[in-house]
């Protein structure tokens, strides 16, 4: 896939980081039961009135300003941006925190991340983050993959969780390229060879070609609504790829009808939806009462350029 003319890559960065962000914030009230959504109407806005984002935004722009500072992936400085950044009101799951701390504390993140999971955790927090590797690598997207797997390694080691990654960066460097709906989820589905993943693919894949009306709840019980890589990631690339011609305020609404882990299924559907659409597609009034909306669209813009630079 040959990366995307000049002229349109920084709509399609800005779409990218920005949806990855609104997809976060506007699905963070629908996330889990009725506690965690009890919680999130009393962390979920801040003094200014504004839609706060979650840990899915946080690391994602920690892993971006590690790129842009190292100029590569490198591991011992992500998990210590990852470690400075934690805050448990952003909505950390409790095996992430428990990491984070460790690696706060002094512990080595090649321990602390198989510390509460020995083989490692195949949770989604790898992938959530990953579309900042496919902007970054864009320029040379052999490597968006390998790149993918070392950030998410960081925390979440198990290869379900590093292959989850690989998908989501590998399709976001697909979209940004200018690739149809079909082309991908291909892209993302040639990067694992697992199980979990091509059985999910296969279902997604014929929704798509027959132009199924696939309800939320069948979504939730064929491809998955949960916190798992597996359970996760290719219900992103669907929704993505279906919605991709429609508003993303209809995605992210199938979505939490869905229910699950609404907040980050949101942050990668979001991040491939703008990828796909550009910037000028999001919605301007969401985008207004974001968190940090203005310092989201900075970084945006400056992963362009070291994408455009092949930095």
Known sequence: MNPAPHTDLEPRCRGAVLGLALGDALGAPHEGGPLERLLWRWLGHTRDGRRRFTDDTRMALDLADSLLRCGKVDQDDLAAAFAESYRWSRGYGPAAARVLKRIRSGNDWQQANRSVHRSGSFGNGGAMRAPIVGIFFHARPERIATAARAT?????????????????????????????PSMVLESAAQTTAQPEYTERFEVARRWLATGAPVSPREVRARLGMGITAP????????????????????????????????????AMAGALWGAANGAAGLPADAIAHLEAAEHIDDVARRLAKAARSGA
């Open 152 to 180: 998410a390694e960081v925390t979440h080691a198990h290869p379900l969780a590093m292959d989850g990654a690989a998908m989501i960066a590998v399709a976001t460097g697909a979209a940004l390229a200018g690739a149809d």
């Open 231 to 266: 359970a996760s990631c290719v219900t992103a690339l669907y929704l993505a790829a279906r919605f991709r011609e429609q508003p993303l305020l209809q995605l992210l609404a199938f979505a939490a009808a869905a229910g699950g882990d609404v907040d980050t299924i949101g």
